[in-house]
């Protein structure tokens, strides 16, 4: 089956500093990636879409500016949260997409202190 | 996008059969009815997807009526390790390179 990792499975930051996590799809290629943000206890919200080649689409109200999605390759989009603040403590999930199916990874524990 | 209501939440003993219900009376022709299922601190896991009448694979059967405006999720026999939230999700075909939106989902708790 497909499998989409992530990395690092869990991340702890200063407030201010900036933070990259990756999503891959290890054994397929997918020209489409979702990022999604999870607050405890709470359903998946979209963030953007990522599109390979291209800029990412992103779900409203979620900043364009603070969020940056590149993806610059079929196997990899990166997520990096900017100038991290507290609030931004969530769990950060990607699903690469494949015919029907979306394929989630593991998810990313950001803790920003 | 079709929008999806389920019961918030579920309690099962172990051993018995679950089956958990979706509502989605705005369901467009060419949508198609997916479920997954999400561990604590983990990314969701596919289960099933069906278009209509009864779909079944090694792990849960998804029934779906003829007028396609609820499905229905079935686990056999569930274990404690199914204790899960349970998402019911609906889009086209070409799901995955279109964006989902989840719902909330049902807490699935099995008792021992």
């Known amino acids: 089956g497909a499998v989409v990792s992530q990395h690092p499975s869990r991340v702890i930051c200063k407030s201010g500093t900036s933070v990259k996590i990756e999503c891959r799809s290890l054994d397929f290629q997918a020209t489409t990636m979702f990022w999604y943000r999870q607050f405890p206890k709470q359903s998946l919200m979209l963030m953007a879409t990522?599109?390979?080649?291209?800029?990412?689409?992103?779900e409203q109200g979620v900043e364009k500016d603070k969020f940056l999605i590149n993806h610059a390759s079929l196997t990899l989009s990166t997520l990096t949260v900017t100038s991290a603040h507290p609030e931004d403590s969530s769990f950060y999930i990607c699903s690469a997409g494949r015919d029907y199916e979306q394929y989630f990874g593991p998810g990313t524990r950001l803790t920003v202190t | 996008l079709a929008k999806t209501t389920q019961p918030i939440s579920m309690d099962s003993y172990e051993g018995q059969e679950v089956n958990i219900t979706c509502s989605h009376n705005n369901i467009a022709t060419n949508d198609y009815i997916t479920w997954y299922q999400q561990f604590p601190s983990q990314g969701p896991r596919f289960i099933i997807q069906g278009y209509k009448t009864k779909v079944t694979n090694e792990v849960a059967s998804l029934f779906i009526p003829a007028d396609r405006k609820s499905s229905t999720l079935s686990l056999p026999r569930v274990s404690l390790s199914d204790t899960a939230v349970y998402y019911c999700l609906v889009g086209a075909l070409s799901g995955g390179y279109q964006k989902v939106t989840f719902g909330i989902g049902t807490k699935l708790q099995v008792i021992p």
């Open positions: 990522s599109n390979e080649g291209s800029k990412a689409t992103y």
